[in-house]
């Protein structure tokens, strides 16, 4: 499945608001007659695009049998980002607010981040080149239509990206299991980017010597750790809490 596939009701629509001249052909399930699809159906046939009925099967195959809601689309690849476009981004807000994702090579894990970075009001995610989930189909379904929208920034060397942020002013905070104070009493306002690392080993050994401070989320129960998604959206809405 290449990632120029979209799919499910929020992607799709996502996509219409956002840059529908990205679309290529639409593929709808064939009978399919729900009151969320309908008006979708009619907006992309006033647009322009070709849609194709198929059958449930030749849908799910092309999907790889994930929930796809009865509507697939082949669109054009969105915008890139890369380390050029963050000067941009950041003077987009007065504080603003980043996700630097180390090593989240789960593409449930990508959608969902993204998903919690543009409900906190992010200003972008940013990801190594390697050790990075793509952003194929199924972390765009995840993402509910954030994916469309959240600016994803690929860079080829995170800790030096890191230190350009700090150079302008950003504070970066990385959690990390062995950190010293929680995330509740730690300053999470003005420019900051919240690093967040791989389930299981964690930051990097360089993305966390780079951080200015090391937080942790308090663990009360028996488990040692939570989902990095999970966790994203905790340390996020701690920062729009404090910032509010």
């Not at 090391?214 to 996020?236: D, E, F, H, Q, Y």
Request: net charge negative; with cysteine.
């Amino acid at each position: 499945m290449s990632n120029d596939m979209i799919f499910g009701i929020h992607a799709v629509k996502a996509v219409l608001a956002s840059d529908p001249v990205r679309f290529i052909e639409v593929f709808v399930l064939k009978g399919r007659e729900d009151d969320r699809l309908l008006p979708l159906i009619t907006e992309l046939q006033d647009l322009g695009i070709t849609i194709q009925e198929a059958g449930r099967k030749a849908l799910d195959d092309k999907v790889d049998g994930a929930s796809h809601q009865g509507i697939i689309a082949r669109v054009r690849p969105g915008k890139q980002y890369n380390e050029n476009n963050l000067e941009d981004l950041l003077a987009t807000k007065e504080n603003p607010l980043l996700l630097i994702l180390d090593g989240v090579t789960d593409p449930h894990n990508l959608g969902a981040c993204l998903r919690n970075a543009d409900a906190a009001g992010a200003v972008a995610v940013i990801v190594p080149k390697d050790r990075s989930a793509q952003l194929n189909a199924t972390a765009s379904k995840v993402a509910c239509g954030a994916a469309e929208i959240m600016p994803l920034v690929r860079v080829t060397n995170l800790a030096r990206t890191m230190r350009a942020l700090q150079d302008k002013g950003v504070w970066i905070v990385g959690t990390a299991g062995e950190a010293t104070h929680d995330i509740y009493h730690s300053k999470l306002t003005g420019p900051l980017a919240i690093v967040m690392g791989a389930e299981g080993e964690g930051m990097r050994r360089l993305t966390r010597e780079t951080c200015d401070d090391l937080i942790k989320i308090p663990m009360a129960g028996s488990v040692s750790s939570l989902n990095v998604s999970v966790a994203t959206g905790i340390c996020l809405f701690e920062a729009v809490r404090q910032r509010g």
